[in-house]
């Protein structure tokens, strides 16, 4: 099998999780071969390593990449929005805000990013706001859409909202159902 480029790569990687999941392959970057640490941007490695959950690789990849000058605009946001995760898997949830921010305002149709916003809303109890980030993450597209709905839900349910929570509650079980790889569905098998 021929190795990838890293620009083919890394434009395979943006396009699926910026596009939402239109089948199983485009919800992970294994599908796209295998991927070797010689060669890999700045960028692809934040990526590998906040997936990893080695923490303070990450925040040296991800602050990497929006430190340089030549990263280009997308690249740049999919730094701020992993590096954004790091943070708020630390518990530093304003410094969460503040990358996922600046990833949305340099790709502002980033439903990734959109759903980070939700899920840092979410953690400081602005359960409106989380509905209006994972509504914006759903409409722009994300790569596990079912996790907007699930936590959608649960934010209605917050507010109180009984039916719109059932409602998102069905869809992200729904599409959990199309994909074997879900995170709601290896969820359930537990």
């Known amino acids: 099998m021929a190795m990838k480029t890293k620009s083919a790569l890394l434009a395979a990687l943006l396009l699926a999780t910026t596009a939402g999941a239109a089948s199983a392959d485009s919800r992970t970057?294994?599908?796209?071969?295998?991927?070797?640490?010689?060669?890999?941007?700045?960028?692809?490695?934040?990526v590998r390593e906040t997936d990893r959950d080695q923490r303070?690789?990450?925040?040296?990849?991800?602050?990497?990449t929006i430190r340089r000058g030549e990263s280009a605009i997308n690249e740049r946001?999919?730094?701020?929005?992993?590096?954004g995760v790091v943070h708020l898997k630390n518990g530093d949830r304003q410094a969460a805000l503040e990358d996922i921010e600046s990833s949305i305002t340099l790709a502002p149709a980033y439903g990734d990013a959109h759903f980070n916003l939700g899920n840092v809303a979410f953690s400081q109890g602005r359960f409106q706001d989380a509905v209006a980030a994972?509504?914006?993450?759903?409409?722009?597209g994300l790569t596990v859409p079912e996790l907007?709905?699930?936590?959608?839900?649960?934010?209605?349910?917050?507010?109180?909202?009984k039916a719109r929570a059932d409602a998102d509650f069905a869809q992200a079980k729904t599409i959990a159902a199309l994909y074997k790889d879900s995170p709601l569905r290896q969820a359930d098998a537990r």
């Open 134 to 140: 994972y509504s914006k993450a759903i409409e722009t």
């Open 56 to 64: 303070d690789d990450a925040m040296y990849w991800c602050s990497r």
């Open 77 to 83: 946001a999919v730094a701020y929005l992993h590096r």
């Open 29 to 46: 970057r294994d599908s796209m071969g295998p991927i070797k640490v010689i060669g890999m941007s700045d960028v692809e490695l934040c």
């Open 148 to 161: 907007a709905h699930h936590n959608r839900g649960k934010a209605h349910a917050r507010l109180g909202d």
